[in-house]
């Protein structure tokens, strides 16, 4: 596609529809009365999210509030996990903790853990199984700097970060098991990747699982993160291998939030009418 075209659903041929999800991460952001308020505002716009999952993903502490008010369609997600079960670990969560307040997804492996707190591929890997012994959805997040883009390295470091947990993806999981590719020098800063970058990508993430296997590639979702908004929504989850976002700075307001499942929402009922 040539970036000065109108993007068209007919890109993304119905048969390839996977349920698109649009999650949020409020990362270390927000209060009570900021979620009571997003709760409320969000309460009003149930047409708008028709046909899309959405999940919120807030700070540990707001999880149960979260569980308590959320409509019956939000999944209850939690921003990170422990690698442990449990045990003399101070100040970590676990899975089985996080079930135990009604989280329902997790985020694992976001760039800014594996900045902030040297998460490695292999603890990436742990919190992976510790999610699932807990039936947890969990969305991986994978993504290269800028300097290893502009070094041409974006598929070994993919490659590397998907080798590290694609094994543990399986039929049985693979509906509950998603992928989130967020280039790190887009998040945050306003730069989203072009349709087109991310798009590359994910061929290239759904072709790496393919080779495992073909049909779990097929039906596991992949998300798209890093500057993603109302504007640019549609464009990116009309991409073939698209199947999402996950939403950092325009998760903070329901409105922003509303604004992204419309174009999903849109793109959804013009997929399944062309
Ligand atoms: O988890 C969300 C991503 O890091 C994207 O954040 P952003 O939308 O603020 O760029």
């Known amino acids: 596609m040539m970036l000065n075209q109108e993007p068209t659903a007919a890109q993304k041929p119905v048969t390839m529809m996977r349920k698109l999800m649009v999650a949020g991460n409020w990362k270390l952001n927000g209060s009570q009365v900021m979620l009571r308020q997003w709760l409320a505002d969000y309460a009003e716009s149930a047409a708008d999210r028709e046909a899309v999952e959405v999940a919120l993903c807030v700070p540990y502490v707001y999880v ?10 939000v999944t209850v997600g939690a921003q990170d996990l422990s690698a442990h079960e449990k045990g003399a670990h101070t100040g970590e969560v676990s899975a089985a903790m996080l079930k135990d307040v009604g989280a329902e997804l997790v985020l694992v492996g976001h760039s800014e853990r594996r900045q902030d707190h040297f998460e490695s591929d292999a603890l ?10 807990q039936n947890l959805t969990v969305v991986v997040c994978v993504g290269e700097s800028r300097q290893q883009r502009e070094t041409d390295k974006t598929f070994v470091v993919i490659k590397q970060q998907l080798d590290a947990f694609s094994d543990l993806i399986t039929a049985d999981n693979v509906g509950r098991f998603l992928v989130a590719y967020e280039p790190i020098w887009a998040i945050g800063t306003g730069l989203t990747a072009s349709a087109e970058q991310a798009q590359e990508v ?73």
């Open 202 to 274: 994910h061929q290239f993430i759904r072709s790496q699982l393919a080779a495992k296997d073909v049909t779990m590639a097929r039906q596991i979702r992949l998300l798209y993160g890093g500057s993603c908004k109302g504007s640019n929504a549609f464009e990116l989850f009309s991409m073939p291998d698209v199947d999402g976002g996950l939403i950092g700075g325009a998760s903070l307001t329901a409105e922003d939030f509303m604004a992204i499942c419309r174009e999903a929402k849109k793109l959804m009922n013009e997929t399944q009418s062309s």
């Open 64 to 73: 149960p509030v979260l569980k308590e008010l959320a409509a019956a369609d």
């Open 124 to 133: 990436v890997r742990e919190k992976c199984q510790q999610a699932l012994s």
